[in-house]
Nanobody, 126 residues
Framework: VQLVESGGGLVQAGGSLRLSCAASGRTFSSYAMGWFRQAPGKEREFVAAISWSGGNTYYADSVKGRFTISRDNAKNTVYLQMNSLKPEDTAVYYC????????????????????WGQGTQVTVSS
């Protein structure tokens, strides 16, 4: 599975961005997908995840109510809609997929994911 993120950029606090993650392969619909972020000097942290069926979504407390993860299996793409952005949301955002198809787990751990994109920078100015 190859993953390519896009949609990052510079936005003012309170603004919105939508990140996209395009996946290769014909089995995208059978993979859970996650979004993580890493700010300078900090560890990579969980942001959001969506089950392979799309029926369940999971969020970090810091983004709950502001971010929405979704997927379009026809386009092999997962999205992260980010609203009410804050300067503390500034980070490189990565999408990720687990090694196994039809994976079901906590989705929060870095070690649950095998495949990673190259990341896209999001900068929120105050």
């Amino acid at each position: 599975v190859q993953l390519v993120e896009s949609g990052g950029g510079l936005v003012q606090a309170g603004g919105s961005l939508r990140l996209s993650c395009a996946a290769s392969g014909r089995t995208f619909s059978s993979y859970a997908m996650g979004w993580f972020r890493q700010a300078p000097g900090k560890e990579r942290e969980f942001v959001a995840a969506i089950s392979w069926s799309g029926g369940n979504t999971y969020y970090a407390d810091s983004v709950k109510g502001r971010f929405t993860i979704s997927r379009d299996n026809a386009k092999n793409t997962v999205y992260l809609q980010m609203n009410s952005l804050k300067p503390e949301d500034t980070a490189v955002y990565y999408c990720a997929a687990p090694r196994l198809r039809y994976y079901s787990g906590s989705y929060y751990g870095l070690d649950e994911y095998e495949y990673w994109g190259q990341g896209t920078q999001v900068t929120v100015s105050s």
